[in-house]
């Protein structure tokens, strides 16, 4: 089992449970994952913090940016400055699997949550 948490986040992955492997959480929430699920969700998250990653040095350091991308059955929202940004996200139900659910992390956190992300899926 891979446990890995920090202040607003949290990210579990245990193989040997059948159906809903990966926990992700913030603060007050958390939500089991199928496997396909976190495989949206983490191609959702490299391609916006590529797109932030793309833009970044055009912003002063007062702006802000919001960026939205929706994916397959995923919408995410990242919202922040050049140095700084939460991440908001949406499991929209489809025909197959009706169930959705709507979740956040802000600056550090969101940050923190895709870095271990990464590494658990990279």
């Not at 976190?38 to 998250?45: C, D, I, K, R, S």
Request: with cysteine.
């Amino acid at each position: 089992m891979i446990q890995q948490e920090g202040p607003g986040w949290r990210l579990a992955h245990d193989s040997s449970r059948h159906g809903f492997p990966f926990l992700i959480g913030g603060e007050f929430w958390a939500v089991e994952l199928t496997a396909i699920e976190v495989e949206g969700l983490h191609a959702l998250l490299v391609e916006l913090d590529h797109q932030h990653t793309q833009i970044r040095d055009q912003l002063m350091e007062e702006e802000s940016i919001t960026l939205e991308l929706e994916q397959q059955e995923w919408w995410g929202c990242l919202d922040g400055t050049r140095e700084r940004w939460g991440l908001q996200v949406v499991l929209q139900g489809n025909e197959m699997q009706r169930r959705g659910l709507e979740g956040a992390w802000p600056a550090p956190a969101a940050q923190a949550f895709l870095a271990a992300l990464k590494t658990v899926l990279d």
